[in-house]
């Protein structure tokens, strides 16, 4: 396991943090559109937007080391994201890269990189949720089109998105349910698309239904080969479970609430002074560690060339559980001011900290729910019968 880092590569971490004094100056408006519109310019121009993707396909063709400390230094800078396509460019393109047809990287990478479209990823159903194998949602070749019947569910972004990674069943009796399964890339202005938002407990809809009702989808829009869906799959959401860089951004929330406890009471007396506040904030940087510990491990797989598989769930069920609890535990500090939401001039922070607690499914459910990676490390890691 590696814990520092060469001279190279902090010579890589002085450039970033050059580069974000130069152009992320203190009181940047983030949210501004043409900071951002020139802040997205920018990083486009450096290519660390697809930083590890490959230099033929657009992508910057950097190190995973490099792209953990690029990530880095952005998160403890709170900087914009890099690049406007997030689930394009968190596992619809790292997809391509790999599963991809010459004709499908020339046609949706460049997109992607520009964040010209969205993307959404239709993988969860109705009665099956998280358990992706069991998918009923058909795909039926006639000809050079796939047509597809089915529904999807808590398919995030689903409302704005234009186009969709869609997994169908094209083999109704396979062997295994893993098998069988092929992946798909709809337009979602194809005829026979329905969408539905679904209001959440803050009021907003970042999740949808989608509704297929004969979809016609052309057979070279169909992302490897056909029944290879699950691994396709796999490969996509085991790259969104390895970054450590995700680590930074919970430590980031951390040093947030425990500003939040400085400027509160508990008790008429500061709520860091609390032996209780303080023993949950001391719990939170322990698991915030063994994340962080763990995800050195899976870099280290990486740089050894092995692949990344089922022990990626354990950081994912680990954050799931952190963004509920120390959701509660902001809650918690703000005492009766903790009921006023964003608009209430009542609201500390502008409200961020309800808006917080009331969104975890987004987090919590996103890539898959905690019981099913609790599944997944139970069976693969641990070996125990299968549930």
Known sequence: MHFNFNEEEEKFRDEVRAFLDENLPEGADRHDPVFLMEWNAKV????????????????????????????????????????TCFMGLAWVGPSIVQYGTEEQKERFIPD????????????????????LAS????????????????????????????????????????????????????????????????????????????????????????????????????????????????????????????????????????ATEDTRVRGRIA????????????????LTKQLKGEPLSSETSVNKLHRAELEVTMGDFALDLLGSTGHYRAGSDAAVDGGKWQTGALNWPDVVIGGGTPNIQKNIIAERILGLPKD
Request: with cysteine.
């Open 135 to 270: 998918l009923q949602c058909k795909g039926v070749l006639e000809g050079d089109e796939y047509v597809v019947n089915g529904q999807k569910i808590w398919t995030s972004l689903a409302m704005w998105a234009e186009w969709i990674i869609l997994l169908v069943r094209t083999d109704p009796k396979p062997a295994v349910k893993h098998d069988g399964i092929t992946c798909l890339l709809v337009k979602m202005d194809s005829p026979g698309i329905e969408r539905r938002p679904i209001q959440n407990m803050s009021g907003g809809s970042m999740f949808a239904e989608v509704f297929f009702n004969d979809v016609r989808v052309p057979v070279n829009n169909r992302l490897g080969a056909e029944g290879q869906g699950w691994q396709v799959t796999i490969s996509a959401l085991a790259n969104e479970r390895s970054g450590i860089a995700e680590v930074t951004g919970m430590i980031r929330k951390l040093e947030e609430l425990k500003e939040l406890a400085r400027k509160t009471n508990k008790n008429g007396r500061p």
């Open 112 to 131: 992607i990189l520009d964040g010209k479209y969205q993307w959404c990823t239709g993988y969860s159903e109705p009665d099956y949720g998280s358990d």
């Open 283 to 298: 719990r939170f940087e322990a698991q915030i560690e063994a994340m962080r510990l763990n995800g050195m491990r899976y």
């Open 44 to 83: 486009r121009e450096k290519r660390w937007v697809g930083f590890s993707w490959p230099k033929e396909v657009g992508g910057g063709g950097g190190g995973i080391v490099e792209q953990v400390i690029l990530k880095e230094e952005m998160a403890k800078r709170r900087a914009p994201a890099l690049g």
